[in-house]
């Protein structure tokens, strides 16, 4: 996540907590935790709000919740009422800690170059045969927008940068509209794969 991306994350935190922390994400959050069972470890990637971490905590899973944003994880810890990790993916050095990750609407701020390395911490963080859900808006661009970088990806595409090193095999993909009102217009892809032995 750019430097410039962080930045916008902690100097407009509240106004982005108040646009996005009550969304009904219940398609995705559902199929996801259907791939899971009760008490199972979670890392919510990129937690924004605390909004998802919530939910899975009141079904019962063990969430460790972590986003980029200093300000951003002092709000989601007040939220979610546990402590929230301040880390860059970049930092992540967990090895075989959790059954499952969920990064909803965080990896499009990383660089397409950048996404591969970064999918290499998240399959180490994962246990065997964990897990792994994250979404992006779809499109083709890598370009600042709104004063963030954003890297939008098709179907296609994002199956490709998954699988490409045998890191993963995917379960489902999927394309699903905005839950906020004004943005039904811009679609989203979802990618839901199981980490593979290497």
Wanted: aromatic share 12%; charged share 30%; with cysteine.
């Amino acid at each position: 996540m750019t430097p410039q991306t962080i930045a916008y994350y902690n100097q407009n935190t509240q106004s982005f907590i108040e646009r996005t922390v009550h969304l009904d994400m219940s398609f995705s959050q559902n199929k996801f935790i259907s791939l899971l069972s009760p008490g199972m470890r979670i890392l919510d990637a990129g937690c924004g709000s605390g909004r998802d971490s919530k939910f899975f905590m009141e079904k019962g899973f063990a969430v460790q919740a972590m986003d980029g944003s200093e300000k951003m994880c002092q709000m989601a810890q007040e939220y979610i009422g546990q402590p929230v990790v301040c880390m860059a993916f970049e930092e992540m050095d967990w090895e075989e800690e959790f059954d499952a990750i969920w990064a909803c609407a965080c990896l499009l701020h990383v660089k397409k170059e950048a996404l591969p390395k970064i999918l290499g911490r998240f399959h180490r963080a994962l246990k065997e045969e964990g897990i792994f859900y994250a979404s992006f808006k779809l499109g083709d661009r890598e370009e600042e927008r709104l004063g963030r970088l954003f890297s939008d990806y098709h179907l296609e595409e994002i199956e490709k940068v998954f699988l490409q090193d045998g890191l993963f095999e995917l379960i489902e993909s999927y394309e699903t509209q905005d839950s906020r009102p004004d943005y039904k217009d811009k679609p989203w892809v979802n990618i839901i794969v199981r980490k593979t032995k290497r």
